[in-house]
């Protein structure tokens, strides 16, 4: 088989190797250990927490459970309405959790929780100039995708639909877009709701998914979660091996020469 | 002394340090991180970072998300 051919070529993203191309959020969940069983079925080796006020009265965290599983924390700026708000916040998490990495949410307004493109391109800017690893999430712009990437980000993170909404990939062809253009790596993310999202995410040509709420708050997490672990590698495989043209009419599979004749 | 520990007033004794703040709403060893007025002050010069009077301090931690 070709290099790859498996669909278990690791996603690089900026040198670092993941053998997963599910990266996994952990906002919605129920409790701990729900959380705990879902990311462990979906095989994540990098799962986004946010950053908030401690709460004197928290039991358990989530970073005992990221450690428990080992997986990686992924910092996010959740809630950021503005660049300086992000920045800081950015800034907080490399103290609080000893990581450069973050995945950079500037929202416009919390009814679609869009990003605002001017904030963020302008906190990408600044992150990246403080020596962060900056994963942006972003619109299903091409264009906004291309400047992201122009001021230094790791990757860029479209989404398929808005945060939590389940709608699924709203916008194919501008995934197609984003995709053709990049040289970093395209994580598709927000918006998915099942694992056929997961799957055409991968189709479509990204190299990882980032969800969260599809896993969190179906009916069954960790069985959710093993059915996306396994979408995006049907997703990847089915990338990886060319699909067939798209015909408007039918194409016999069946040879047609060699038929009984009746008299 | 009053300052703004996440937002609520609290009284601290003059020459409290950041360390003293955030002792008063958490004991957590690690994964905490602090900003006094809007600048990340590190672990390491906590306990030698003196408060004024109102000042602002974020105590931060992580949190589901995402």
Redesign the interface.
């Known amino acids: 088989m070709p290099a790859g051919a498996d669909g278990r070529d690791p996603l690089v993203i900026a040198g670092e190797e993941f053998g997963s191309r599910l990266i996994m959020?952990?906002?919605?969940?129920p409790s701990m250990s729900v959380?705990g069983e879902a990311l462990a079925a979906s095989g994540t080796e990098l799962t986004?927490?946010?950053?908030?006020?401690?709460?004197?009265a928290?039991r358990g965290?989530?970073?005992d459970v990221l450690r428990e599983h080992g997986i990686r924390?992924?910092?996010?700026t959740?809630g950021c309405f503005t660049a300086g708000e992000a920045v800081?916040?950015a800034?907080?998490?490399?103290?609080?959790?000893g990581t450069n990495w973050v995945?950079l949410?500037v929202i416009a307004d919390e009814r679609t929780l869009l990003p605002d493109p001017i904030e963020l391109v302008d906190a990408a800017e600044q992150l990246v100039d403080a020596g962060f690893v900056v994963l942006p999430y972003t619109s299903d712009d091409p264009v906004l995708a291309r400047r992201l990437e122009q001021v230094g980000c790791a990757a860029v993170m479209p989404l398929g639909s808005p945060i939590g909404s389940g709608l699924g990939i709203r916008n194919p062809h501008n995934i197609e877009l984003i995709v053709e253009a990049a040289s970093v790596p395209v994580v598709l993310d927000a918006g998915l709701g099942t694992a056929s999202d997961a799957a055409l995410a991968m189709e479509l040509g990204c190299d990882a998914v980032?969800l969260?709420t599809a896993v969190t708050r179906a009916q069954h997490p960790a069985r959710m979660a093993a059915a996306m672990r396994h979408a995006v590698e049907a997703g990847r495989l089915a990338r990886l091996a060319g699909r067939i043209p798209m015909r408007r009419y039918a194409q016999a599979s069946s040879p047609f020469e060699g038929m009984v004749k009746r008299s | 002394m009053k300052v703004f520990v996440?937002?609520e007033p609290r009284d601290l004794p003059e020459a409290a340090s950041v360390a003293d703040a955030v002792a008063a709403?958490?004991d957590?060893p690690s994964?905490?991180?602090?900003?006094l007025n809007?600048e990340?002050v590190?672990?390491s010069a906590w306990a030698a970072t003196r408060l004024t009077e109102a000042d602002r301090l974020?105590?931060?931690?992580?949190?589901?998300?995402?």
């Open positions: 959020g952990t906002g919605g969940a959380l986004t927490v946010a950053m908030r006020r401690v709460d004197p928290a965290s989530v970073l924390v992924l910092p996010n959740a800081l916040t800034k907080l998490a490399r103290e609080a959790l995945k949410e980032l969260a | 996440n937002g709403v958490t957590a994964g905490v991180a602090a900003a809007d990340v590190s672990r974020e105590v931060l931690t992580a949190v589901q998300g995402g």
